[in-house]
């Protein structure tokens, strides 16, 4: 399997001794080391959006090291919200996410750079979020948004990692343009019955984000093996834990065509 590499063309900037002090014991693991965490260094992720699942996404990320996140989500906190969503705050509540989000990963990691974007993914604003990263995580709960990143990160030549949680359940999968199933293949058409909202516990989405980050460490620094036409699903409420195979569709109107590359 061809190997991912997002940042192919980047030069990887030193380590500074505080960074070398702060993540001293995950360079510890074999195959990583300094250059992995020079990558994460590097590396630009976009994430939308960043709620239960997406925030804990972004708060992993941050823990590790990454660079750079975009940050998409738009509206204000509400109560509902705090049972699961990590960046947000009681004394937040009735003001916006996106300043919610950039105050609490800043307070963890001061050296992040955080680019908060006001808006929820649509058609309109796919390709400006989607160009500002090296690779995707799809955390949407609506399909349009996700249809649209999806469609996106294919044209852009960019990894996207893709998880959604419900209930007690869920899954997790990597789509590399060109070399796997994308979200259009796996999903053809909207399911009629989903809803904006939906059963879920905190460690629900937290798990299957925390998985999700795993992804895009592994991806950004080329350590084990991701997700690549494969599907991971779970139900923690038997803790059963399944991985199954995805396969791409030649007819797939978004990467049908899409060659892998070289």
């Known amino acids: 399997m061809t190997p991912i590499d997002p940042m ?6 030193p380590l500074t001794d505080e960074e070398r002090a ?22 630009s992720v976009m994430i939308s959006r960043v709620g239960g ?8 990320l941050a823990a590790a090291g990454i660079g750079q996140l975009v940050l998409a989500h738009a509206g204000r906190v509400k109560p509902s919200d705090l049972n699961r969503q990590l960046l947000m705050t009681h ?3 009735g ?12 307070e963890f990691n001061p050296r992040l750079k955080i680019v908060a974007v006001d808006e929820n993914v649509s058609e309109a604003n796919a390709e400006r979020l989607v160009k500002q990263c090296d690779l ?9 948004e996700r249809f649209a990143m999806n469609a996106e990160a294919v044209r852009q030549r960019k990894p996207m990692v893709e998880c959604s949680m419900y209930e007690l359940e869920a899954h997790l999968t990597t789509i590399v343009p060109g070399q796997s ?42 350590l084990g093996e991701p997700l690549v036409g494969r599907m991971l699903r779970f139900d923690l409420r038997t803790m059963e834990f399944r991985t199954l195979k995805v396969i791409r569709r030649n007819d797939c109107p978004v990467c049908g065509q899409i060659k892998a590359a070289p």
């Open 8 to 13: 192919l063309v980047k030069s990887l900037e």
């Open 22 to 43: 702060t993540y001293q014991w995950q360079m510890w693991v074999p195959d990583f080391g300094e250059q992995g965490q020079q990558r994460l260094k590097a590396a």
């Open 53 to 60: 699942v997406g925030g804990a996404v972004a708060y992993q």
């Open 91 to 93: 004394e937040w509540i």
């Open 95 to 106: 003001k916006p996410r996106v300043e919610s989000m950039t105050r609490r990963l800043l």
């Open 136 to 144: 995707v995580v799809d955390c949407a709960p609506l399909f349009p």
């Open 181 to 222: 199933a994308c979200l259009k293949c796996i999903v053809p058409e909207e399911p009629p019955t989903w809803k904006r909202q939906f059963p879920v516990f905190g460690a629900v989405s937290g798990t299957v984000g925390c998985m999700a980050a795993m992804e895009v460490i592994k991806i950004v620094s080329k």
